[in-house]
Nanobody, 114 residues
Framework: QVQIVESGGGLVQPGGSLTLSCAVS????????WAWYSQVSGKQRDVVAH???????VYGDSVKGRFTISRDNAANTVSLQMNSLVPEDTAVYYC????????WGQGIRVTVSS
């Protein structure tokens, strides 16, 4: 059974930084990509950043230049470095594995507020 666990969320002041981490346990067959999504209450879940097995990345327009996604294939982990945070980044962030199936983490809250 595949399990995804996120960590690193919390409260941060505007302009600050946070690093979200995601670890997966269980076996996933075949190649897969990772992604981070964000969701504000009452709105759809939007992709924040995406990284392929080869390390190719794609970012949402609102986070380009501020967030960096990285992965460690050997350790089966992915991270999201979030810099220059603004209140609009406040959301629940979800880690996802995109492979033969889609696996979601439970979500972790990030609050940007003074």
């Amino acid at each position: 059974q595949v399990q995804i666990v996120e960590s690193g969320g919390g409260l941060v002041q505007p302009g600050g930084s946070l690093t979200l981490s995601c670890a997966v346990s269980g076996k996933i067959t075949g190649d897969y990509n990772w992604a981070w999504y964000s969701q504000v209450s009452g709105k759809q879940r939007d992709v924040v950043a995406h990284i392929t097995m080869n390390g190719d990345t794609v970012y949402g327009d609102s986070v380009k230049g501020r967030f960096t996604i990285s992965r460690d294939n050997a350790a089966n982990t992915v991270s999201l470095q979030m810099n220059s945070l603004v209140p609009e980044d406040t959301a629940v962030y979800y880690c996802a594995i995109l492979g033969p199936g889609i696996y979601w983490g439970q979500g972790i809250r990030v609050t940007v507020s003074s």
